[in-house]
């Protein structure tokens, strides 16, 4: 159905029911004066509007507020059950669900693990995966984080070799997961989506202009230009890990998905060699980067053997990230994955060190902030603003 013309009433009214429904979700339950204050309505016009929003199924009665002897106000607030949205995020060992309802708050929750060369159909593991999380009726949209990025020519999922997505290789991925899950499905970078969760909860919110660097067992980035994510004409911006680097072999010697530039030099199994070589035990590239760490906060040559194998693993991250400021020129940095997280503020202060003796703009590097799995996190709020734009769109044009 169409929407409202613009300058008509129908119009004034879709405004200040998203004015109002967008003060219920930042502040919580209000009352209608408080409303009528907020978006600067009238009495008789806010009575209307919780009226219309409350027939819409958007917003319901919270109880009675006590105010001056004598009086009561009716409290309102979002309707929980107006639409639910779920997040997947998908690794090679395993796959986790979350599902939260229109105001974001997570409802069910699921992990289920994976081998790592499934015998059953990818719709079905996906399918699997969110029934644990026990989604209730009204769901109106999954979006799935892959360690991989949509190519939009082609609808097919890209920039992964195919033993690393087993079963994703298919064409028109999107509309055939959407059919199969029954709910239109997105599916989007996972390092995207981490970059979500920071700019909206974490180390880049308020900031328009920030590169994210995941350092984990594998190496990738996420571009936010002008408050907007940018992905690239084939879905690949930020796949850092594919960069040539100095000292690394190319994809012409190593093949195009084998460890190969920034991620030959910086990837999980890099670090660990890098750190053994400087005598730092581990028996992976987290434990070995926080053992580094911890010796190095001591003396004697153990402590300088650790902390030049930190100094090396930030100059070859921050070579990378020179690069991309180059180009970019963000005003902000956000480091986060396994890499990073082990490292900690220490790591972080010898990667600014390295990154701002190499360039010219210096821009600001911080760690991530966001709790808990930013992969779901970033999910689930691309989910809740795409559903939230069609809920709350819809109140008053019908």
Known sequence: MSGPVPGTPSLLRAINDRAALQALLERGPLTRPEIGTLTGLSKPTASQLLSRLQEAGLVVLDGLREGL?????????????????????????????????????????????????????????????????????????????????????????????????????????????????????????????VALAEQAHGAARGHRDFVLLWADQGVGAALVLGGRMHRGATGGAGEVGYMPAPGAPTAREAGRYADHGYQALTGGVAVLKLLRSYGVRGSDFRTAVANAVRAAAGGGQRADDARAGLRDIAARLAVGLAAVTSVVDPGLIVLTGGVVSSGGETLRELVEHELHALTIPRPRVRLSSVDGNPVLAGALDQALATVRDEVFGSTVSS
């Open 69 to 193: 002897p004598g009086r009561t106000a009716e409290v309102y607030r979002i309707n929980p059950a107006a639409a639910y949205v779920a997040a997947l995020d998908v690794t090679p060992a395993r796959i986790e669900a979350k599902v939260a309802d229109i105001t974001g708050t997570v409802v069910g929750e699921h992990t289920l693990p994976t081998p790592r060369r499934p015998h059953d159909a990818l719709v079905d593991r996906l399918a699997a995966a969110l029934k644990g999380a026990n989604p209730p009726a009204g769901l109106r949209r999954v979006v799935i984080g892959v360690q991989a990025a949509i190519d939009p020519s082609t609808g097919r999922l890209g920039y992964a070799a195919a033993k690393d997505v087993p079963g994703w290789q298919i064409p028109d991925l999107v509309p055939t997961l959407s059919t199969g899950l029954g709910v239109p499905v997105d599916v989007e970078n996972n390092v995207n989506l």
